[in-house]
């Protein structure tokens, strides 16, 4: 059994080598140049680490940060300009979206979202998560964030 030893201990270093992390570093680089940049929020509009931008949750507000009328339908179709728009910033479209998360203030309207949604995007869709949410900022109907993936 004692012939084992250097073996497993080989096999050990081995493994614990290529579990060790790598001495390369992702940069991360925050955007906050859009049109509510210098407001005070907290946030950044985008987040880019490697090749994913990081979209932070979109409302269907104006330019002038108000909430467009017209309910669930009308907001949607705001918030999607909103994000074409903060794609465009960085160089993308909504063809590199890969992942969706929807914040709904009533999930009866999921399906007034979605014929607005599929003006946006073409199948096959990106990933998407949705759920309800009680108080969405500004009295929004809906919120939306997404992940981008920069072509190779």
């Avoid at 060790?20 to 950044?44: V, W």
């Avoid at 465009?88 to 949604?117: P, Q, S």
């Avoid at 998407?128 to 964030?145: I, K, P, Q, T």
Wanted: include cysteine.
């Amino acid at each position: 059994m004692t012939h084992l030893i250097p073996s497993i201990c080989t096999v050990l270093a081995v493994l614990l080598s290529a579990c060790s992390p790598s001495t390369e570093t992702t940069e991360i680089a925050r955007f906050d140049d859009g049109p509510f940049a210098g407001m005070g929020y907290p946030y950044s509009e985008s987040a880019r680490a490697g090749d994913l931008l990081f979209l932070a949750g979109q409302i269907g507000e104006d330019a002038d940060g108000k909430l467009v009328p017209g309910g669930i339908q009308a907001e949607t179709e705001q918030l999607m300009l909103n994000i074409e728009a903060a794609l465009a910033r960085r160089g993308l479209t909504m063809e590199h979206v890969v992942k969706c998360t929807v914040f709904l203030a009533d999930i009866d309207e999921w399906g007034a979202f979605n014929e607005v949604y599929k003006k946006h995007f073409s199948p096959p869709y990106p990933a998407r998560s949705a759920m309800a949410a009680s108080g969405l900022v500004g009295s929004a109907r809906v919120e939306m964030e997404c992940i981008a993936g920069y072509p190779e």
